[in-house]
């Protein structure tokens, strides 16, 4: 009766490792898409922060071209 109660026990170890294995794949999976999902956010408002200069420079182009705006206006500096 003692081999059969070692063998359970040896048994439960088991199991109780497997989950414990399987928590850490899902932790580590959970880890990977919150990361994968930041990365995407992140490239995301650099794409808008992108469009969102070409469309001010095509704005300010346009202004300076039709005389509303003096030229190299856009690129001069406080101090130039």
Do not use: D, F, Y
């Not at 414990?20 to 408002?45: E, F, P």
């Amino acid at each position: 009766m003692g081999g059969l109660v070692a063998e359970r026990h040896a048994g439960l170890r088991h199991r109780r490792a497997q989950v414990r294995i399987a928590v850490v794949m899902l932790s580590g999976n959970s880890l990977r898409q919150t990361v994968h999902k930041h990365c995407a956010s992140v490239h995301q408002a650099a794409k808008l922060a992108a469009n969102l200069l070409r469309v001010a420079g095509v704005t300010v182009g346009l202004a300076e071209s039709n005389g509303s705006l003096p030229p190299g206006l856009w690129l001069t500096s406080p101090a130039g």
